[in-house]
């Protein structure tokens, strides 16, 4: 899912950068007004578990892996503006710590992960619990279901970005990230839904705060 350096040409890096830093822009300005001391430690503690937990792979099918992405899981316990933040802060990290993703595509790793993914988890998310019972169970199957689409929608942008800077066509490179990502999402909607089940078991006033 991290794109590195090399694959990605000069437009679409600029295009996807400015993106990415307009976004954050935006979602520093509406988490300064609305962030509080709740929120921080959350944050905080959000960001180092999806730090640690992309770090884990999980098998997937004919020798390759998969790894928590966390954009649900942000969207859902603290909203899509502080997840930004979050996600931005972990792709950061990971790109300079363990080059994991090129610097150069890092505007193109973050719009994809931190802000497609997030933003369209949390509608997701937010669309299914309203139109299933408001009970445990479907909360659980909606933030499960918004896992898996964010893994989705992120390899998606991702295949359109390879195509359009000539890395390999969109009919080449589309089915073949959405088809193992397809079985990587699952991964990430079984591990975004227990680990919202744990929330809702032990802090349940943590779903109750306000969204960021």
């Not at 905080?44 to 098998?59: D, E, K, R, V």
């Not at 390759?64 to 979050?86: D, E, K, Q, R």
């Not at 790109?95 to 505007?107: E, K, P, R, T, V």
Request: with cysteine.
């Amino acid at each position: 899912m991290h794109i590195p350096d090399g694959f990605l040409n000069v437009p679409t890096l600029a295009a996807t950068g400015a993106i990415s830093a307009g976004t954050i822009g935006v979602a520093v300005k509406v988490a300064s007004k609305k962030i509080g001391e709740k929120q921080v430690p959350l944050m905080g503690m959000l960001a180092a578990f999806i730090f640690a937990a992309q770090m884990l792979n999980f098998p997937v099918a004919g020798g390759t892996s998969g790894h928590l992405i966390g954009a649900a899981l942000c969207a859902i316990l603290i909203g899509p503006w502080a997840g930004i933040l979050i996600m931005s802060a972990v792709l950061i990290a990971q790109a300079l710590i363990f080059q994991d993703g090129g610097l150069a595509a890092l505007g193109a790793n973050i719009l994809n992960m931190g802000v497609i993914a997030v933003f369209g988890s949390y509608f997701i998310y937010h669309v299914l619990t309203k139109i299933l019972p408001n009970i445990r169970r479907s909360k659980l199957a909606g933030a499960g279901v918004a896992g898996w689409f964010s893994v989705m929608l992120a390899a998606l942008a991702a295949a359109f970005e390879l195509a359009s800077s000539g890395a390999s066509p969109f009919e080449v490179v589309g089915p073949a990230m959405l088809g193992i990502h397809a079985l990587i999402g699952i991964g990430e909607g079984l591990i975004t839904a227990l680990v919202i089940s744990a929330v809702m078991a032990s802090r349940a006033d943590v779903l109750q705060m306000e969204r960021i």
